[in-house]
């Protein structure tokens, strides 16, 4: 029996001015698989996530997350996503324990349950040993953990992964890959972009791919391959975004 859609777009759009930076893009996400969106820069992976997040309204058309409109129901919808971004967003100036109870706060999760979850997070991403330390003070890859760590303290259906691995050293970014499985298989959907197409190929069971603001296609990666004659999903990343002939053109330069 297959997966119920979590997440539904339809026709979703947004101009500034006469530019379409994402244009009439439709696709859909399962419960509980991982979902990557990928795409050149200036694609509109940031842009679509704004939208869906509601950090922007679109210009036409909208999407669904549980059910909920984008639109209509956005407070709702905040209340059961989680959103970790390239950028953090908690306070370099306290601890890592009293920004997880501040952002706790902010979703309302009553005291109780708060400090119940905060110390199941603390032990799940092994932050017990830092949780008295400054944000500040932490390494890139111990606060991209407790960023995660902090979408999670309302206990999201959805969290919202942008370049979660970007500028970590190789043991960060593998034992954040591996906490991206811990939470598949905990149930939690997935919708992650990253510029490491490799890491996509490793994690997601389907991916998108945008160019220019439009879906080219969506499959899963081993489908990709198979469709494009590919060893990697790099190689058929390239080849359905059509940068092939760009990176032949570097290249011959280069020589």
Same mark, same amino acid.
């Given at each position: 029996?297959?997966?119920?859609?979590?997440?539904?777009?339809?026709?979703?759009?947004?101009?500034?001015?006469?530019?379409?930076?994402?244009?009439?893009?439709?696709?859909?996400?399962?419960?509980?698989?991982?979902?990557?969106?990928?795409?050149?820069?200036?694609?509109?992976?940031?842009?679509?996530?704004?939208?869906?997040?509601?950090?922007?309204?679109?210009?036409?058309?909208?999407?669904?997350?549980?059910?909920?409109?984008?639109?209509?129901?956005?407070?709702?919808?905040?209340?059961?996503?989680?959103?970790?971004?390239?950028?953090?967003?908690?306070?370099?100036?306290?601890?890592?324990?009293?920004?997880?109870?501040?952002?706790?706060?902010?979703?309302?999760?009553?005291?109780?349950?708060?400090?119940?979850?905060?110390?199941?997070?603390?032990?799940?991403?092994?932050?017990?040993?830092?949780?008295?330390?400054?944000?500040?003070?932490?390494?890139?890859?111990?606060?991209?953990?407790?960023?995660?760590?902090?979408?999670?303290?309302?206990?999201?259906?959805?969290?919202? #992964?942008?370049?979660? &691995?970007?500028?970590?050293?190789?043991?960060? !970014?593998? *034992?954040?890959?591996?906490?991206? %499985? =811990?939470?598949?298989?905990?149930?939690?959907?997935?919708?992650?972009?990253?510029?490491?197409?490799?890491?996509?190929?490793?994690?997601?069971?389907?991916?998108?791919?945008?160019?220019?603001?439009?879906?080219?296609?969506?499959?899963?990666?081993?489908? #990709?391959?198979?469709? &494009?004659?590919?060893?990697?999903?790099?190689? !058929?990343? *390239?080849?359905?975004?059509?940068? %092939? =002939?760009?990176?032949?053109?570097?290249?011959?330069?280069?020589?």
């Amino acid at each position: 029996m297959d997966k119920e859609n979590i997440i539904i777009v339809s026709n979703l759009t947004k101009r500034y001015k006469d530019i379409s930076v994402v244009n009439c893009i439709n696709f859909d996400v399962k419960r509980g698989e991982i979902f990557g969106f990928l795409g050149p820069n200036g694609a509109g992976k940031t842009t679509t996530i704004k939208m869906l997040t509601g950090l922007i309204q679109p210009t036409k058309g909208t999407a669904t997350i549980t059910g909920k409109d984008i639109r209509t129901q956005i407070i709702e919808i905040k209340k059961i996503v989680g959103v970790v971004t390239e950028d953090s967003n908690l306070y370099d100036d306290i601890s890592v324990l009293d920004n997880l109870r501040f952002v706790g706060q902010l979703y309302g999760v009553p005291k109780v349950e708060r400090e119940k979850r905060i110390g199941e997070l603390l032990k799940r991403f092994d932050l017990e040993p830092k949780q008295d330390a400054k944000f500040a003070t932490l390494s890139k890859g111990m606060k991209r953990k407790v960023t995660i760590a902090a979408a999670f303290i309302h206990s999201p259906q959805v969290i919202f #992964l942008d370049e979660p &691995t970007t500028g970590l050293d190789v043991l960060s !970014a593998r *034992i954040l890959r591996a906490m991206i %499985k =811990e939470l598949k298989a905990l149930g939690v959907t997935i919708f992650l972009t990253t510029h490491y197409i490799e890491e996509a190929e490793q994690l997601c069971d389907r991916v998108v791919i945008l160019v220019k603001g439009i879906v080219k296609i969506v499959d899963t990666p081993r489908n #990709l391959m198979a469709m &494009t004659n590919s060893k990697k999903l790099e190689e !058929a990343f *390239i080849e359905i975004t059509g940068l %092939k =002939e760009e990176i032949m053109l570097v290249e011959k330069e280069g020589k």
